[in-house]
């Protein structure tokens, strides 16, 4: 345990001309913690989530990271190159769509090596292994390393993204809604692989998630945001059992009940 | 002499050729860098050499000797027309020995013979990109050249080597310039890739639908990308040449009949009429000498 | 006696933001102390606020007035205040929670559900697997349902795989709402003898038992709830 964060984020705004991205958000995270954001669409959240993975440069604001040497980095005063780096390296980005986080023409196995490629691997055969164990802990069978993730199914592209993002032992993956499109089925396969590999790995993650049930299911901690603005945070438990703002109260009084 | 009047010198302007040469002379400060220039609209269509053109015309003088090849051949349609369109635009002497060439414009081939200094080697690139295929995006390949993020090179070689076993890119295939930028060599055989690697010889690509040109001074470090278990290899032929049993060149297969009958020759055809003008030959090789038989007649 | 938790002047009202901003007071006033190597029982009638009580001190609940000082780490904290980073460590550490209801997760079978507490304090996962097939089988679980996961098991099932999960790790306090609820007489005297051995090992308990006999059987002492009744407050 570690008492410092490995992010710090500090009165982070972005703002589109006159209209509001999000609104001064501030928070911690630390080495192992997963934080739900959650809120409507519109809410903020997922221009929150690209500004802290520097897809998006925020308007004003500060996020120091912690990185692996143990100093705290600003993150938008870090070189573009510094940046790219981390993202391929410590970081990981799930995105809801896979085809946005995978390359489709590609075999599945390239797609999991691909960043142990891009970080100086030059041995096909430890690149195929590390692939083929990859695999097998998102669940898909070793015989399909070669197919095209586009011969896979909706299910199977999310657990081939998660792989492709973890391969390189991140400490820190941003999730924009990772089950989201997915049938009910696929989405608790899923959300329990991603429990257990967030368990196992000791990651620290940051999701954003318009559904409850996959907040209270992943993550420890919660920010619910609207129009841009965090209305209220605190433990993902607390939050949904005894929620304060008018906001949150609303939004858990429309969970359908099964 | 034909007069050559109702053009200006090598067919392009002069400011044309100016600009054509700092883009040259900023390929060869990077090596490997692809430079963008403003391509000119030539009387060919794109695809039969417009870049590699508007190169020669560029650095060509009065005094050069100009070879132009197509897949090593000297007698093919392109090279004849481009050969044909230099003797026109620049009165220039023409050749087809490798050896007495000041520039050599080639499509797809580096000759057998080894090139030396004060040579030039113009190549006509289709595409420069070589991560075009893996990622389509221009803004996105030319922020990985500038922060060199060169792993999804490997990835394509990953997949071939996934599919087939092997390495199975025979051509076009990826190199590495001066430790620094990855670098498609045009679609010649990977046999030429060690060719290219601390050549004497100043190499030049053009590349005229795309707007760019790059290049590879003279004895730069030019490295095929490889994986330590899958290492570079060449294409090996298990036969000599047809007709002048030459080992160790690139040879083409040439179709003989309509029964599956065929042959491998030399895909240089200038290195190969050498060869049995000295008295080399192979087994499929006619009787007559070939020895007096002359591409271009002399003038 | 130690005494690893504090209550003073706790107050929690609800304000139910969608029925116009009223305000439902819950509790106020509430004053008590737990002891190491006892089990406390909270008393009153349903809705006297017993079970805001215990989510309170989980951290469950947030806490609009007082304080409550819990023992963690060798230090005193408020948890009524302490960040949520804290009220997770002292979760992990110093007070563990059996509720009423099991929180299924898909596909983790009954025997991970029990061990998971364990190994997230940092036990070894096969050593945490051994202590909880032996709880499972203390509290007479069919061993054919252990490696399924609990979420279509019948109430008691589901409420001993609970229990189970709660009793596992040895945090010095534990809170119990309603832990003998659905089950039957043979599995209650189960519970009774896991919380004599709970208090053997100085744990202090506070629980909420419905059922005389499991409550005579456990209780050192009983705090009568009803007597932190909030005053009538308008909104």
Redesign the interface.
């Known amino acids: 345990m570690t008492d410092e964060p490995l992010l710090r984020v500090s009165a982070l705004s972005k703002f589109y001309g006159s209209r509001v991205g999000c609104d001064n958000v501030s928070f911690e995270l630390w080495p192992g913690e997963v934080l739900a954001v959650v809120g409507e669409s519109g809410s903020g959240k997922t221009t929150l989530l690209n500004c802290l993975s520097t897809r998006l440069l925020p308007s004003s604001g500060t996020a120091g990271y912690r990185m692996r040497d143990g100093q705290f980095r600003e993150l938008y005063r870090m070189s573009e190159a510094e940046r790219r780096f981390l993202m391929r390296t410590d970081w990981g980005f799930v995105h809801q769509n896979p085809a946005d986080g995978l390359r489709m023409t590609v075999s599945a196995g390239a797609n999991v090596g691909e960043r142990l490629m891009a970080v100086g691997d030059r041995h096909y055969g430890r690149i195929r292994a590390t692939a083929v164990d990859w695999l097998s802990r998102v669940e898909i069978d070793e015989d399909r390393i070669d197919d095209e993730p586009r011969a896979f199914s909706g299910g199977m592209r999310q657990r081939l993204q998660i792989a492709r993002n973890l391969v390189t032992g991140p400490r820190l993956v941003f999730m924009d809604e990772p089950t989201g499109g997915l049938d009910v089925s696929v989405q608790a396969r899923l959300l329990d692989l991603l429990r257990g590999l967030v368990t196992d790995l000791g990651l620290a993650a940051i999701v954003v998630t318009h559904d409850l049930a996959v907040a209270r299911l992943l993550s420890q901690r919660m920010m619910v945001m609207k129009d841009g603005r965090v209305v209220e945070s605190g433990l993902t438990d607390r939050v949904l059992d005894d929620p304060r703002a008018p906001y949150t109260q609303l939004l858990v009084s429309s969970i359908l009940q099964v | 002499m034909t007069d050559i009047a109702t053009y200006n010198f090598a067919y392009l302007d002069e400011q044309t050729k100016r600009m054509i040469r700092r883009a040259i002379l900023k390929g060869i400060a990077i090596p490997g860098y692809q430079v963008p220039f403003a391509s000119r609209e030539m009387p060919m269509p794109y695809g039969w050499g417009t870049g590699g053109v508007q190169v020669t015309a560029s650095i060509i003088g009065p005094n050069d000797v100009l070879k132009v090849i197509d897949q090593g051949a000297d007698d093919t349609t392109n090279a004849v027309s481009i050969r044909a369109f230099f003797k026109k635009v620049a009165n220039v002497a023409v050749t087809t020995d490798t050896a007495s060439a000041t520039i050599i414009q080639t499509r797809h081939r580096i000759p057998e013979h080894p090139l030396t200094a004060g040579q030039v080697l113009v190549y006509q690139v289709p595409i420069p990109e070589p991560l075009r295929f893996l990622e389509p995006r221009e803004t996105e390949t030319r922020k990985m050249h500038a922060l060199e993020e060169y792993g999804l090179m490997h990835v394509k070689l990953y997949e071939d080597i996934a599919k087939h076993g092997r390495i199975a890119t025979t051509y076009a295939y990826p190199v590495k310039v001066e430790g620094r930028y990855v670098m498609d060599p045009s679609p010649t055989p990977k046999f030429d890739n060690p060719k290219m690697h601390r050549s004497p010889a100043l190499q030049l690509f053009g590349a005229g639908r795309e707007k760019r040109i790059y290049a590879v001074p003279p004895f730069t470090e030019v490295v095929s990308l490889d994986f330590e278990d899958h290492p570079f290899e060449v294409q090996t032929f298990d036969q000599p040449c047809a007709l002048c049993a030459a080992e160790n060149v690139y040879l083409d297969e040439v179709i003989l009949d309509d029964h599956g009958g065929h042959m491998f020759v030399c895909s240089d055809t200038d290195h190969c009429e050498k060869r049995r003008a000295d008295g080399h030959r192979g087994h499929l090789a006619p009787e007559t000498h070939l020895a007096s038989e002359k591409m271009e007649p002399a003038q | 006696m130690p005494t690893p938790l504090v209550v003073s002047d706790v107050a929690k009202s609800?304000?139910?933001?969608?029925r116009d901003g009223i305000k439902l007071p819950v509790i106020a006033g509430v004053s008590f102390s737990i002891k190491a190597g006892e089990c406390t029982v909270l008393g009153g009638p349903s809705g006297a606020g017993k079970s805001s009580i215990l989510?309170m001190l989980y951290?469950?609940?947030?806490v609009d007035e007082g304080q409550i000082i819990v023992m963690h780490d060798d230090g005193l904290i408020d948890l009524a205040t302490a960040s949520?980073?804290t009220?997770?460590a002292i979760r992990r550490q110093t007070i563990g929670y059996v509720s009423q209801f099991l929180r299924t997760?898909?596909?983790?079978s009954a025997l991970d559900v029990v061990a998971e507490p364990l190994?997230?304090r940092g036990e070894d996962r096969e050593i945490a697997r051994g202590k909880a097939r032996a709880l499972l089988a203390q509290l007479n679980l069919p061993e054919k349902l252990w490696a399924l996961p609990p979420a279509t098991f019948s109430g008691g099932e589901q409420q001993r795989v609970n229990i189970a999960r709660g009793f596992i790790t040895e945090h010095p306090i534990l809170l119990l709402d309603e832990p003998t609820a659905s089950l039957d007489a043979r599995n209650r005297d189960v519970v009774i003898e896991l919380i004599a051995a709970k208090k053997a090992a100085d744990v202090a308990l506070l629980g909420i038992f419905h059922d005389h006999d499991v409550r005579k059987a456990v209780a050192d002492r009983v705090i009568d709830v009803t007597a932190f009744a909030p005053g009538k407050i308008a909104a």
């Open positions: 609800f304000t139910m933001h969608l989510k951290g469950n609940y947030a949520p980073r009220v997770l997760v898909p596909r983790v190994v997230e």
